[in-house]
Structure formats: C-alpha cells, structure tokens
C-alpha cells in the first residue's frame, strides 16, 4: 500500500516539503520587512538568543522518542536542509554580493535576499533549523555516550560550535582600518558612519618597506596613443610586446628590435648623468641596454628607467623618429610594516606585519592593508585592518574538532581496510 504524504514515519518528501515552505516564509519576511539585522545580535543579545536554542534542543531530547523529533534529527531533514544550503552557497559564490542594498529601488533577486544571501531570511531560518537539527543529533547521541561514537561527535559537535559561534557571534565582529604615518602612534579610527573610535590597541610604525620586481620593457609611438609596438597584424610569430627583465636571460625581441641587456641596476639614482648603485628609498630601477633593428642593422645603445616617484630618474631610449624604448613601473612583490604594538593592558612588542602574515593579540588580529601607492616604496603612511573577534575562540574549538573528526575516519577506514585483508 502506498503511503500518503504526511503519514509517519515521514521522510524524504515531507523533509524536502518542509524546507521549502521554510524557504517561502523567509522570502515572504524578505519582502515585508527586509533583511535580517544581526545587530540585533549584538552582546549580550547572541548569548540570550544562544541560550533560548541550546534550550529548545534540551527539551527536544526530554521527548526524544516522539516520531516528530526523531524526524526532526534524522537523516532525510538532514539531507534537505543541506542541499538547500548548498544552493544559496553556490549562489553566493557565483553572483556578486552587495554589502548593503542601493538607496534606488532594488531589483527583484535584491528585495529576495539573493544580493545579500547571509542576512537574508531563508538564509537566517534555514540556518536556525539546520542548528536545531543537528543540535538533536548530537545530543541525543551525547546523552547515550559509547567510545564508538568519538568520531561522530568530534564531528557534528565540532560543526555544531563552528555554525553556532560564527553566526551568533557575527554581530559582535568589529572590523576597521587603521591609518598610520611613519615615526607616529595612532589608536583612533573611524567606523562607517564617520565617528571615531578609541581601541584598547595603539600602533606605532617605525619604517614601510617594499621589494619589487623587476620591470618590463616596450616600445611606445611618440605620435600616437602610448602602447606597445608593433602592432599586432605586423608582430612576428616570435616577437613579444614586453620584455621581461632578467639578467639570467639578456637577450630578447620586441618587434622588429632585438634586445640586449648589458647592466641591471635594481636600485639605482642619476648622479651626474648617470646612475649609480644605491639602494635608498628614492632609487629606482635601471638597465643599460643595447636594441639592434633586425631589418637595418641600426644598433642603439643607452641607459632607460621608469624614474619611479621621482620624475628627474626618469629616462626612454630613442629607437628612431617615433618610437622609444621605454621601462614600465616595477610592481610590488611584497610589502611590510615595522610596527610596534602598544595594548593598553599589556606589553609592548615589536613585529613585522606584512600580507597573509597578520598579528594576533588578545581578540584583536592585525593585517596588513595599504600603503600610499601613488609613491610605492617611498610611502610614508601604512594601514592596517584590525578585526576583532570575541567568538574566535570557539569556532576554533570547532574547527579543532572537526579535524580530528575527520583523521579519526581516516584511522577507522585504514583499519577496517587491515582487517579485510
């Protein structure tokens, strides 16, 4: 006999049922009052809200063996709700977020929530439910505790926490940019409304530097809009538009020209009419080079530089009437601050801030963010970004857990492979 929908024990089509009517509830708030606001969150708001579905999850298990409950905390809700999830992921992913909705009539996917999937409503539900679900889960199998089931809660606990403290702990999250100039301390900064804020945190940046790499070389058309030469119908199979610069390989082709480096002076000044070796902050690159026109013969030699921030450096090698031989600016290729970190109840220490290298102090993390590149090298302020964030520590705990989840499985898997043998 078939089973009707809605008969128990329910499953898959009730499950898949369920969420989409969760997904239409939040849609529905989406339209009428917006996005979720997780500053209603803030402290101690989130441990209130936190403690109120710690609590519904309890009393869930006071009447575990109701068929609803057991649904609730089976495997068919389970799955629904992460297929759900997934798709506003991958939607997040695939389509640019907003971080605040224009102040023009939005369009239809931005009133849905689809700008802003994080603080939209389906997205808020159906992240409440899935906490709910496997909450249940874990604590059902927590309360009947056996060493088997080390590996299922180092798993689904350790999730549980990660969801649990980056979403409650999501309003609590500051994050500001600090500006900072050479030889000065600065503990103010201002949020997005303009107001200043006064952190338990004072930086004081003693020196900016930055290493670059070594520039290009083109060929520019004095009558014509600056680009590289030649032009495409007319560039030769072998040629390139740019020459990289590297004294391992000298030699090389732009057009009709071939290219020889003879001296390369990373860091370099013009003294006297020439450039000398010196690596201070205004030096810049240099590179004595000899271009020879593969048609005529006609050999040129000279010393070219892009001048950096100091326009007096700068310096072209004439090819003919037109065309130049000209350095491009050289790019970054890493950036630090010298810094030193004064907390307010704490001691001072020295460190190197620089790129994917941040700074952890108290709740506070401190990256590297900026630099004034209009002058590169030679910039005399830094900025960096100061994220603090109360909630750190258990969504580590979770993640913490989470991986040794995950080698417990390997262990397991490898065992029973050595058994099977």
């Given at each position: 006999m078939t089973r009707k929908l809605w008969q128990f024990p329910?499953?898959?089509?009730?499950?898949?049922?369920l969420v989409t009517g969760i997904a239409l509830v939040g849609f529905l708030l989406q339209l009428t009052v917006g996005h979720f606001d997780f500053g209603l969150l803030h402290y101690p708001a989130n441990l209130i809200a936190l403690a109120v579905l710690i609590g519904l999850i309890a009393l869930g298990t006071r009447f575990q063996n109701n068929q609803i409950v057991r649904w609730i905390a089976g495997i068919p809700l389970s799955i629904a709700l992460t297929v759900a999830l997934l798709f506003?992921?991958?939607?997040?992913e695939l389509t640019p977020q907003l971080p605040r909705l224009p102040s023009q009539s939005p369009d239809l996917a931005s009133r849905l929530g689809f700008r802003m999937v994080t603080s939209s409503w389906p997205f808020v539900l159906l992240y409440t439910m899935t906490l709910i679900a496997l909450g249940l889960t874990t604590l059902k199998r927590l309360l009947r505790?056996?060493?088997?089931?080390?590996?299922?809660?180092?798993?689904?606990?350790?999730?549980?926490?990660?969801?649990?403290?980056?979403?409650?702990?999501?309003?609590?999250?500051?994050?500001?940019?600090?500006?900072?100039?050479?030889?000065?301390?600065e503990w103010r900064v201002f949020n997005k409304a303009g107001k200043a804020l006064e952190l338990p945190i004072a930086i004081t940046l003693n020196r900016f530097t930055m290493e670059e790499y070594p520039p290009n070389l083109t060929i520019i058309d004095r009558e014509a809009t600056?680009?590289?030469?030649?032009?495409?119908?007319?560039?030769?199979?072998?040629a390139k538009d740019f020459f990289q610069i590297d004294p391992k390989r000298p030699k090389g082709r732009i057009g009709d020209w071939e290219i020889t480096l003879d001296e390369y002076l990373h860091t370099a000044v013009f003294v006297n009419g020439e450039y000398h070796l010196n690596p201070m902050p205004?030096?810049?690159?240099?590179?004595?080079?000899t271009a020879r026109n593969l048609l005529t013969g006609k050999t040129k030699t000279g010393w070219i530089s892009a001048g950096g921030n100091i326009s007096e450096f700068f310096s072209a090698l004439p090819l003919d009437d037109r065309h130049l031989l000209t350095m491009t600016q050289a790019e970054p290729k890493r950036y630090a601050s010298n810094i030193t970190v004064i907390p307010k109840d704490g001691i001072a220490f020295n460190t190197i801030l620089e790129v994917n290298k941040p700074v952890s102090i108290g709740g506070w993390m401190i990256y590297q963010y900026g630099y004034e590149t209009e002058l590169g090298k030679m910039s005399h302020w830094s900025e960096m970004e100061l994220v603090y964030d109360p909630w750190l520590l258990p969504v580590r705990i979770g993640m913490g857990l989470m991986a040794i989840g995950a080698l417990l499985l390997a262990w397991n898997g490898a065992s029973r492979r050595r058994v099977a043998k």
């Open positions: 329910w499953g898959y089509p009730e499950a898949a049922l506003l992921g991958l939607y997040m505790f056996s060493r088997r089931d080390i590996t299922f809660l180092c798993n689904h606990l350790g999730l549980w926490i990660f969801l649990a403290s980056a979403g409650f702990g999501a309003a609590d999250m500051m994050r500001v940019v600090m500006h900072v100039d050479i030889g000065e301390t600056p680009s590289a030469q030649p032009e495409k119908k007319h560039k030769p199979a072998n205004e030096s810049t690159p240099a590179a004595k080079i």
